[in-house]
């Protein structure tokens, strides 16, 4: 999972090593809802994932697996190249 600080792109994102920078995801609030927050290597947010998490429901952990099926393609993706990455230009 992302820290506040790497996701936010603080010191602890830009000091990485660049096989330690992967898809990640937190857990957060906004006040009303549950959210997965799903970021990129740079620890951008690129996707929220709501949800309520009511005890007598499995939304949370539904969200959860969600968030981790996510992120593990696009690592895959991002890793094993299903298709080229080229940078923007410039």
Not at 35 to 45: D, L
Not at 63 to 71: C, D, F, G, P, R
Request: overall charge negative.
């Amino acid at each position: 999972m992302a820290t506040d600080n790497a996701r936010k792109g603080g010191a602890a994102a830009t000091k990485s090593s660049e096989k330690d920078r992967t898809y990640s995801y937190c857990r957060d609030r906004d006040g009303v809802f549950d959210v997965f927050i799903i970021c990129n290597p740079r620890g951008e947010e690129i996707a929220h994932l709501y949800f309520w998490d009511e005890p007598d429901t499995n939304e949370g952990h539904l969200a959860e697996m969600s968030a981790q099926l996510i992120v593990a393609n696009l690592n895959r993706w991002y890793f094993d190249g299903w298709v080229k990455v080229t940078e923007r230009p410039k």
